[in-house]
């Protein structure tokens, strides 16, 4: 009997790693169309037109798999011996094979092994053809790096990536930190150009070790489209392997001793003048760019007919996509559109002269070495001042950036990374970034996603990996459909967890994996295998039970108060965040009312729960200061690692930084501190309570009465 053309979709559908059934936070079924699981399968490879091909597709599928002698992927853990499966067909299973092994650090490895002498795991049949699969034991320590592996069977070569990486990745053992958290957009300084800068980075560093923190945490840095029209989010990077060269400090470029043009623009009434028209609340990126650009501009003009170009190539050979990257961004600043809608030639080929303004490249090329060169100044301070730098990666990147266009066979480009529906959002949710194509990432050794660890932990000694369940599974949409027909694609966990822990362990830097919201278990279970860092945020986890209103907090993990996607502390507390949704058109009467009464529960089970334990919570003027250095007290003295305060909560701050599924309705991403480093580091709300964290994190802890003393 001939199988239902459904049931042989699912089949074709498991084949590519998909998971199509789920379950919500009701625990409420969930299955995309028919159409729509077609659509991604297309997406990912396979060859059919409609639904009436899946049958032929499957039988490709199925001998496309077994023709592959060896996985383009084998990780070991901890230097042990190679466990390989190898595919042949059957009249080849019994020949005499070769085995290379091309170690990372040099030196080769040779075997010769008999195929019949080694035992038969698998056989199956294919349209008649029998193949069966043989296992190789390959013993001895294989050293930590990226290896080369070979088989030659009939005077065919075939090649595989190894990767011998350690179990678990680096981590603090019983280190006890506290730090603080501010977007470098928001940051600000007298010498500030209407938005937190490089030097302004350093001086935070300064500050922070001034108080005994550990910790200076940021939202991510990295490239991204600066014009208005692209958006200023820094959750969908043109690249995810070049820094954002708006956070230049103009004045600490070196090229400027030898550059009167640019000498010139700086002291010039115009600039004073546009320097002063950026004082408002909020950052004009595209403004501020037009503005540094200028100077840049003249900067690069000047170093590239100087003719002593050493360091810039000695910079382009140690980042070999950076010249790439610069004629890149010049070509959409000469066509004015993303790679998408360039000819075909430019999509998919070189770009060579003539494609692009050499002076606008030279600009790219300018600003990404010198925003690297001052960063690295910043690393320095970092390591000087007993500092560690924490940085955020972006599980995405932009649909018409870089990364989706220099390695776009590595994307899945007509579906789009969201999120199902939930309570918050009953419609589900569509990000907008492609995601990889898990069978193309492995047949390219993961090239892009070795890179883009490598680079972003030589920079943070701790990295927040956004979205962690991406390493296991991303919901994937089709174009043209909504979230209620996305699809979870699963990606091979054990490659992508080798790679965090192996570029973990070789930059000595400590992951965080962002395990917020509704995570399957076995995510926070392989996150403990390796020692990848959960983090636990007070916000979502109060209960409205007095006697157990915060949740335990897990050992040797990342805590804090809230994230930079949640209200602060003020407006979670005072349910201030509600009335901000209500005035979107976010809430309707019914919804406002359940959440500002279950608001209600949950502050009075907070203070409830603190004054049981004999804590101090002031009167009813002061209560809310009092009770956010209590929960600030509760997470200093847990027994996470890190302890990462928001600046903004000390001086009860209302306005959020963002607020999901708003989009053009509120300036998310824009708004700057309301105090400067200058005045905020004299401000005794911030001061006296971070040092009090300090106290208690180095198990010197504060008695009572000090919590009072810090009010006065």
């Not at 957009?185 to 937190?196: C, Q, T, W």
């Not at 990147?397 to 969201?418: E, I, K, M, T």
Request: hydrophobic content about 40%; proline content about 5%; charged content about 25%.
């Amino acid at each position: 009997m001939n199988m239902p053309i459904n049931r042989v979709l699912y089949r074709l559908a498991g084949s590519y790693g998909l998971q199509l059934a789920y379950y919500d936070m009701r625990r409420v079924k969930h299955m995309p169309s028919l159409e729509a699981i077609v659509e991604v399968l297309k997406a990912m490879g396979a060859n059919m037109d409609s639904i009436q091909g899946v049958s032929s597709a499957l039988v490709e599928r199925r001998r496309y798999i077994w023709s592959k002698p060896i996985e383009p992927v084998i990780v070991i853990f901890d230097k042990k011996g190679l466990q390989i499966e190898i595919k042949l067909p059957s009249k080849l299973a019994d020949c005499t094979f070769m085995l290379e092994l091309f170690l990372d650090g040099g030196g080769i490895r040779k075997f010769s092994y008999r195929g019949k002498d080694l035992k038969t795991t698998r056989i199956v049949n294919l349209q008649g053809e029998r193949f069966v699969s043989k296992r190789v034991l390959i013993s001895g320590e294989i050293p930590f790096g990226y290896h080369r592996f070979f088989i030659e069977s009939s005077g065919k070569k075939h090649e595989s990536l190894v990767i011998s990486a350690p179990s678990t990745s680096f981590n603090f053992a019983e280190d006890r930190f506290v730090g603080v958290f501010l977007p470098l957009y928001s940051l600000s300084s007298k010498e500030s150009l209407g938005a937190g800068d490089v030097l302004d980075l350093e001086k935070l560093i300064a500050w922070v070790s001034s108080v005994g923190g550990d910790v200076v945490g940021m939202l991510p840095v990295l490239a991204t489209f600066l014009d208005e029209s692209y958006g200023s989010s820094p959750y969908v990077p043109v690249s995810r392997l070049f820094l954002s060269e708006f956070y230049v400090h103009l004045e600490s470029l070196n090229e400027l001793k030898f550059c009167k043009p640019a000498r010139d623009i700086l002291s010039s009434k115009w600039f004073q003048e546009q320097k002063a028209a950026l004082d408002g609340p909020l950052v004009d990126y595209k403004k501020i760019m037009a503005i540094k650009r200028v100077v840049m501009e003249a900067l690069a003009k000047c170093y590239f007919s100087c003719g002593k170009l050493d360091k810039i190539h000695e910079f382009m050979k140690d980042n070999p996509k950076v010249e790439q990257y610069a004629r890149f961004m010049a070509v959409i600043e000469k066509r004015k559109a993303w790679w998408p809608l360039w000819p075909e030639n430019l999509k998919l080929g070189k770009l060579k002269e003539g494609d692009f303004e050499e002076g606008i490249k030279h600009y790219y090329l300018y600003s990404q070495w010198k925003i690297r060169e001052q960063f690295a100044k910043v690393d320095k301070k970092s390591a000087e001042n007993n500092v560690m730098l924490f940085l955020d990666l972006p599980i995405g990147v932009h649909p018409g950036g870089f990364d989706a266009w220099c390695w776009q066979d590595q994307f899945l480009r007509n579906l789009s990374v969201g999120a199902p529906p939930d309570n918050f959002f009953i419609k589900g949710q569509n990000w907008g970034s492609p995601p990889m194509d898990p069978y193309s990432i492995r047949e390219k050794g993961y090239d892009y996603t070795r890179a883009v660890f490598s680079y972003n932990l030589s920079m943070a000694k701790i990295l927040r990996v956004d979205h962690i369940m991406g390493m296991h599974r991303l919901f994937c949409i089709p174009n043209g459909f909504g979230p209620e027909n996305g699809v979870y694609v699963h990606y091979n966990q054990k490659e992508m967890y080798a790679i965090m822990s192996l570029e973990s362990y070789l930059h000595r830097s400590v992951i965080v994996g962002e395990d917020l919201g509704t995570v399957p278990n076995y995510v926070r279970k392989t996150m403990a295998r390796h020692a990848i860092s959960r983090m636990y945020i007070l916000q979502c986890e109060v209960s409205s039970d007095p006697s157990k209103a915060l949740h335990d907090v897990p050992e040797g993990s990342l805590v804090s108060l809230n994230t930079h996607d949640m209200p602060t502390f003020a407006s979670f507390v005072e349910g201030l965040d509600i009335k901000e949704r209500v005035r979107l058109g976010i809430l309707d009467d019914d919804d406002t009312t359940c959440e500002t009464s279950q608001r209600s529960i949950l502050r009075r089970a907070l203070v409830d729960f603190f004054k049981a334990k004999g804590v101090f919570l002031g009167d009813k003027d002061d209560q809310l200061r009092f009770l956010l250095l209590a929960c600030m007290r509760f997470l200093a003295k847990s027994p996470s690692n890190i302890v990462l305060f928001n600046l903004e909560d000390f001086w009860l701050e209302a306005s959020p930084q963002n607020m999901p599924g708003t989009g053009k309705d509120r300036p998310n991403w824009q708004k700057k501190a309301r105090f400067s480093i200058e005045q905020f580091s004299c401000m005794k709300e911030v001061v006296n309570p971070l040092k009090e964290m300090v106290r208690i994190r180095k198990r010197k802890e504060s008695s009572e009465w000090e919590s009072k003393r810090l009010m006065e």
